[in-house]
């Protein structure tokens, strides 16, 4: 027991700087770019019985191929961003379902609609959206 608590002293006193810079800089960005992209949310976002396929891309596969990498990969960040953030000061469950909402894997829109239905997440992102001059969302049916 004491050999992990020598451990944690130490790993704090090597790193302990550079998560709280960390933390800070994910609590600011968070809270510069978190109204703009629930700004961005379709007002009846919520409110499908299921995910809308896109038309198909005209881009080159590769190149559609490496823009759907990129996004699962910022959708990850914004995922591991606010687990992180949870802990630390920012906004750590917006972080999460955004980031959830940016990445592609099987029932994704489920999980969308079960978070969005809680009251206070909801209330959140609607207090968010007003502040941005755009309409609250539509609430989803309850499952």
Not at 49 to 76: C, D, E, V, W, Y
Not at 110 to 120: A, D, F, G, H, V
Request: include cysteine; charged fraction near 15%; charge should be positive.
């Amino acid at each position: 027991m004491e050999a992990a608590w020598t451990f944690t002293i130490e790993f704090f006193d090597a790193w302990g700087l550079w998560l709280a810079i960390g933390s800070i800089a994910m609590f600011i960005i968070s809270i510069a770019i978190m109204p703009y992209i629930v700004a961005r949310i379709p007002v009846d976002y919520f409110t499908h019985h299921g995910r809308h396929r896109m038309s198909q891309s005209t881009r080159h596969p590769i190149i559609a191929l490496f823009i759907a990498g990129l996004k699962n990969l910022l959708g990850a960040v914004l995922l591991l961003a606010g687990l992180i953030m949870l802990f630390t000061p920012g906004q750590g469950v917006l972080s999460i379902l955004f980031g959830l909402m940016i990445m592609n894997y099987p029932g994704k829109y489920r999980l969308e609609c079960w978070i969005i239905q809680k009251p206070l997440i909801l209330n959140t992102v609607n207090s968010m959206r007003e502040k941005q001059g755009q309409p609250r969302l539509l609430e989803p049916e309850a499952d």
